[in-house]
Structure formats: structure tokens, C-alpha cells
């Protein structure tokens, strides 16, 4: 989407697209998963864990951790990453929201 049309949609919109752009990529979910997974800060061993090169790793954190999803520090020579709380909860309100908006219709096309 064109940075020209994103202001005709809510800020809530486009954090949501943000947040789900970001999410549409298998190793980004193995990678959350890992994370979810370790309840804790994760240090380098996402690369053994998938099965990926470095370099590939990195960028899908890189993703990750611009729609705010994920939030890294430094430890010593490795960055160390976890889920970002409030960012995870405003993912999940606004897609439980968007699924619980659905009324399945008696009839359909």
C-alpha cells in the first residue's frame, strides 16, 4: 500500500496491517513461537533452532521488530529479544475483535 493512501484509514488500521504484514511469514512465526515458547528473552539461538542462515534470521527480526511486535537488547555481542507486551496485547484485542465482529449471515452469495 502506497504511503499516499494510508491516511484514509484509522491509525488503528494501519497498526493492525503493520502488525499483520509483519506476521505473514512462516519463519516469523516459528521465530514468535521460539520466543513464546522459552518465556524469556531468546540470544542466538533462533539460527540452530529454524534451520536459516544468520543474515535471514536477522532480517525477519528486523521485521518483527519494527511493527513492534518483538523488542531486543544488547548482551554483550548478541542482541537478546523478547515479545513486546503491550504491542502483543493490542495485536490480540484488535484481531479478536475483528474475528468477533464476524455475524455469520443466514444466507450468502
Known sequence: MGASKTEIFTNEQN?????LKALAHP????????????????CGHLVDELGLAQATVSQHLKELKNAGIIQGTIDGVSICYCIEPKAWNILAVQVDGLFASYKQPTTCC
Do not use: F, G, T, W
Not at 497498526?15 to 502488525?19: C, D, F, K, N, R
Open 27 to 42: 519463519a516469523r512465526i516459528a521465530i514468535l513461537q521460539h520466543i513464546i515458547k522459552a518465556n524469556a528473552c531468546v
Open 15 to 19: 497498526q493492525l496491517a503493520s502488525m
